[in-house]
């Protein structure tokens, strides 16, 4: 009798009692932040919970009224739910007028309440103040001619207008900010560029969205000048392998062609991924004034997105695209900064050795490789001409040169433009004084 006792105690009170401690709260987060909704509006919500939820509910709250936009219900496993272990986990779901006819443009409150998926079935929820916009956001652009050569730089203003809060440009798959035009309230202008590697044939267009979810975009008179890029062949040999391999790749074991290899493809994406993202740190301001400097009396070894197939003992093992302007002078040449600027780079990377680069403001940036020695620091101002360093063949080089290249917004372009007076005062010069 007093066994059954024992059972029963630990069948009824125990068991479940374990199972209730067992239960816990959920850890929610509408991420990324919602600040507005329009007509349908994708949300997402980041949800924890080591048993997952069986229900969540969206509402959005105006007027002092809940509408429901959202109600999602999950395979409910009360009493195996102490077998799993969920890791975190994302719900979407759409919330706008589309879902709640009765919204009008004004504040509104974003309420996320989730119900987990065990024994006790604690509700919890998340809050967003929210603002209601279904006034589309409109976008026009100049009216200025835009000549582009492919793997090039342009420069477009326009004016977005209604609720925006992301605009600039986009070509095919490339998407490029726009900034607010000096002295020019309302409008803005975005330096974009003609990645090489788009066909000739793309439409680009400026765009304005916001964070509910719509877009506007214009398209602007253009005419591109496709470019035949270069095919080149590297001849490689043992010396050079090991040469590039042991500096770059110290520690490395196995067959040494396969060093490379991997150095010449992953590294080079790697690096050329550290170099886009140095874009974020771009001054707000024109700091540039004039043509870019090249480095001047050098020999052109190889040019803008050149394809380059590397030949090793008579066979093609590898083909990658130069993206910038190798130019030999002698061994260490002081390397000057081809304009002024901030340093935002000065250490090593990879392919492209110890290697400098220098903000110009709005995106546009220069870099240098190869570097046998730097002159400046990372935070440095720089002056046209001032010197960034020597020249040296640290990295991807087999002799003494600078690898120069430009990058617009994080991609690289040919420079050649640059470094154009004419081409400077026409194509950008112009269309953001003469407004
Ligand atoms: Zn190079």
Sequence with gaps: MRLVAIVLIVVVIAVPGALLLLSGGTTLKIDPPVMAIGVATLVQVRIEN???????????EQDGQRRTVADIHEPAHRWTFWRSHQGPQIRHFLAGKQQAPELHDGKAKLIVEVVSNDLRGATDSAEADIQIVTEPPRVSADGAQHYINQGGSELVVFTPSGYVTDSGVRVGKYEFRSFPLPSHPGERF??????????PDITPVVFARNTAGAEATARFWFKVFPKKFRQRDLTIDDAFLEKVVNQIDPGGTGDLLNRFLKINGDMRRQNNKTLADL??????????????????NAAVESEFADKRSYIYKGKKVDEQVHLGFDL???QHVPVPAANDGRVVWADN?????????????YGLQSIYGHLSEFAVK????????QSLGKSGSTGLAGGDHLHFSMQVDGVQVNPIEWWDEHWLKDRI???????
């Design 328 to 330: 030999a002078r002698t």
């Design 279 to 296: 874009r974020f740190k771009t001054a707000d301001h024109f700091l540039w004034s004039g043509p870019f400097l090249p480095l001047i």
């Design 50 to 60: 080591p048993h997952g939820i069986r229900r969540l509910t969206a509402s959005v």
């Design 378 to 385: 990372a935070g440095d101002m720089v002056k046209k001409g």
């Design 429 to 435: 010069l112009s269309k953001v004084s003469a407004q």
């Design 349 to 361: 990377l990879g392919i492209y050795g110890n290697c400098v680069v220098v903000d110009h403001g």
């Design 190 to 199: 975005s330096l974009f560029a003609y990645p090489w590697d788009l066909s």
